[in-house]
């Protein structure tokens, strides 16, 4: 089985550019998370998807920040326009479960390490 | 504020040293509890998790874990270590029907040959 699929693995770009990144859920996971993680801290929550629905974005930035999940599948995060202190890793993961009975495990792709120089 | 708090930020072992990682974490109420590992240059994947019933936990390679609900503690533990458990660890806390996955902020532990 495949896990979650995520692009570009590396992006470096210059600040004030925009960039996007792109996730593959496991097949079948309903639920979708975009979390980032900087340099030694752990993941932190950025959005949540129930299928196409964002059921929790209160982390998202949202002034520069997106993300949509169209047909409730694969994701898109995007970031317009990148700051300095956008560097981190952005990670993407799927479980299975409905939207307020997650005590699943999740499934991390492997994820897209931004540089904004 | 709420959080999930990892004691050591760099562990150095040497092989066969036996392993201890403390986490704690701050929420009231029903937790369940999560160690989850990233191995250098892999995804983060799942050792061991805790929902209820027997507090001490066995994950995969050996680890285990025991919830401690006085102490608000699940500390990972395996007895002897390898170069392969080279890797950072992360402990992670979920309140059930809220869905947020929270995680601590991670220990690197480097295992010697």
């Known amino acids: 089985e495949a896990g979650v699929v995520q692009s570009p693995r590396y992006k470096i770009i210059e600040k004030k550019q925009p960039v996007a990144f792109w996730c593959n859920p496991i097949s079948g996971h309903n639920t979708l998370y975009w979390y980032l993680q900087n340099l030694g801290q752990g993941p932190e929550l950025l959005i949540r998807y129930e299928n196409e629905e964002a059921v929790d974005d209160s982390q998202l930035p949202k002034d520069r ?3 949509e999940r169209l047909k409730g599948v ?8 990148a700051e300095l202190g956008d560097s981190a890793v952005y990670l ?3 479980s299975l479960g409905d939207s307020y009975a997650n005590t699943g495990e999740l499934f991390f792709g492997e994820g897209s390490r931004l540089t904004v120089l | 504020a709420q959080s999930v708090s990892q004691h ?3 562990v150095i072992l040497s092989e066969a040293a036996s392993l201890e990682l ?3 974490y701050s ?3 029903t937790v369940n509890l999560f160690w989850y590992v990233q191995y250098p240059g892999q995804h983060l994947q799942l050792l061991l998790k805790y929902f209820s019933g027997d507090p001490l936990v066995k994950g995969i390679k050996g680890f285990e874990a025991e919830f401690i609900k006085s102490k608000f503690s699940f500390n990972l533990r395996k007895p002897s270590v390898q170069w392969s458990d080279t890797a950072e660890y992360f402990c992670a806390v979920n309140r059930g029907r809220l869905g947020k996955l929270i995680f601590g902020q991670g220990t ?3 295992v010697k040959p």
């Not at chain 1, 694969?74 to 326009?81: A, E, G, Y």
């Open chain 1, 74 to 81: 694969d994701s898109t995060l995007k970031i317009q326009p």
């Open chain 1, 92 to 94: 993407c993961a799927s």
């Open chain 1, 65 to 67: 920040f997106s993300a």
């Open chain 2, 8 to 10: 050591n930020h760099h």
């Open chain 2, 108 to 110: 690197e532990l480097s």
């Open chain 2, 22 to 24: 403390g986490c704690n």
């Open chain 2, 27 to 29: 929420y009231g109420g």
